[in-house]
Structure formats: structure tokens, C-alpha cells
């Protein structure tokens, strides 16, 4: 499969825990983006990062929330101490061109996380 | 704020028979548009992208825009009911930032055999 990898699809935690959503891109994309959607609400934009570099964090709540897409292995979007507001569907998507691209990205089946 | 407006419905259409979805955008920047599908627990699917004023047909898809009046439509010809899913409308600007889509919340799609 050369899709959008991304693991755990299902991930449950207990309030003030720490969730850890992987997502390896495309084969040959190295651009990867990450989205959430809140129960009945559009996906939203969190945070653009291409390897090793975080280009763009301008969506990512301030506090609790950090990306990193290292040299290697798969991008990793971690959620520390979390709380009910958390529990979402986290996609990632990924596209082989960056700034000035023309938007065409491809998703992964996405990370739903539930918080108890 | 961006904002992109979606009836949220359900739409439904009788097999065979045209689906029509629709979507407004606020940002008059907004350069590029994006229909994606996305099945109950799957992930969107890019089905369409228009980038100038007009028409752009694909199959059984028809994307239309209007920058005048911020405006992007969806017409599916002879609806099936494989085409039962949620059709999300998605916006991104020019320039910098253009990898920033701005979705709407989505239209569900109900075609009846």
C-alpha cells in the first residue's frame, strides 16, 4: 500500500494522558500536513512540517500539542495530558511540492482519538 | 476568519438522477478549490480541483466555479449509490500558505436505489 500510513486508527486515553499519532507519507512525498476533525466540524488545519522542519504550526493550540517529522521514520504528532475537547478524527495528508503548491493532498484513513 | 459554507443536508437524490452540492467562500483570495469525498470512517478523497472561472467535467463530474459571486459547485451525472458519502468543499489561497485548505463542514450525499 503507498498510500498515507497512519497508526494507531484507534486510540483511547484517559484524561491527562499522552497520545502518539504516527503518519508515514506517500512514497516520495515529503511534505506532510495534519488536520483534525471535531465531531460535526470541517477539518482544520494544524501544522505543515517537511523533514526536520516545522513550516508552518499557525493552527496547533498553544499548549499540549507538538509535531516533529523527523529524518527518518514516520511524522509524529503528540498530545500531552489530554483532555475530552482532544477526543477527534487526526489526519494526516502529504504532497510532494510545498508553498505555492496547488493544494492536492492526499489523506491517510486518519487517527480517531477517544479521551475517557 | 476564512469560512467555507456547506449545506450539510442529507441530500437525497433517486438513483440515477443529478446531484447538485454547493459551497461558498468568504477569503476573495482564495485561488484554488477542491472537491473531496470521504466514506463513513475513511478518509476525504480528492474527486475534483477547479482553479479558473467556468466548468471543468470529469466523468460523471462536473465542478463549476464563480469567483465573482465566491461560489463552487458539485453536479454528480446519474447519481449511483456508490456515490452515498459526504462531499467536502475545500479552499486554499494564493502564495504562501496555499497548502492551508480551509474545509467546510461537508454535504451527505443519501442516493436512493
Known amino acids: 500500500n503507498a498510500g498515507v500510513m497512519q497508526n494507531p486508527r484507534h486510540l483511547v486515553r484517559r484524561r491527562g494522558q499522552e497520545a502518539r499519532l504516527r503518519c508515514s507519507p506517500m512514497?516520495?512525498?515529503?511534505?506532510v500536513y495534519w488536520y483534525r476533525q471535531l465531531p460535526e466540524e470541517g477539518l482544520k488545519f494544524m501544522v505543515y512540517?517537511?523533514?526536520?522542519?516545522?513550516?508552518?504550526e499557525s493552527g496547533m493550540p498553544k499548549e499540549r500539542f507538538s509535531a516533529e517529522f523527523p529524518k527518518e521514520g514516520p511524522s509524529i504528532l503528540r498530545i500531552q495530558q489530554v483532555v475530552r475537547g482532544d477526543s477527534a478524527a487526526y489526519f494526516c495528508?502529504?504532497?510532494?511540492?510545498?508553498?505555492?503548491?496547488?493544494?492536492?493532498?492526499?489523506f491517510g484513513e486518519g487517527s480517531r482519538l477517544t479521551v475517557l | 476568519q476564512k469560512e467555507v459554507e456547506q449545506n450539510s443536508g442529507p441530500l437525497s437524490v433517486p438513483e440515477g438522477a443529478i446531484a447538485s452540492l454547493n459551497c461558498t467562500y468568504s477569503?476573495?483570495?482564495?485561488?484554488?478549490f477542491f472537491w473531496y469525498r470521504q466514506y463513513s470512517g475513511k478518509s476525504p478523497e480528492l474527486i475534483m480541483s477547479?482553479?479558473?472561472?467556468g466548468d471543468k467535467e470529469d466523468g460523471r463530474f462536473t465542478a463549476q466555479l464563480n469567483k465573482a459571486s465566491q461560489y463552487v459547485s458539485l453536479l454528480i451525472r446519474d447519481s449511483q449509490p456508490s456515490d452515498s458519502a459526504t462531499y467536502l468543499c475545500?479552499?486554499?489561497?494564493?502564495?504562501?500558505?496555499?497548502?492551508?485548505?480551509?474545509f467546510g463542514k461537508g454535504t451527505k450525499l443519501s442516493v436512493i436505489p
Open positions: 495528508a502529504s504532497s510532494w511540492t510545498g508553498a505555492g503548491y496547488t493544494g492536492e493532498l492526499f
Open positions: 512514497k516520495g512525498h515529503s511534505h
Open positions: 512540517l517537511q523533514k526536520e522542519n516545522i513550516i508552518d
Open positions: 477569503d476573495r483570495g482564495s485561488q484554488s
Open positions: 477547479i482553479y479558473s472561472n
Open positions: 475545500a479552499v486554499s489561497p494564493s502564495g504562501a500558505g496555499s497548502y492551508q485548505l480551509t
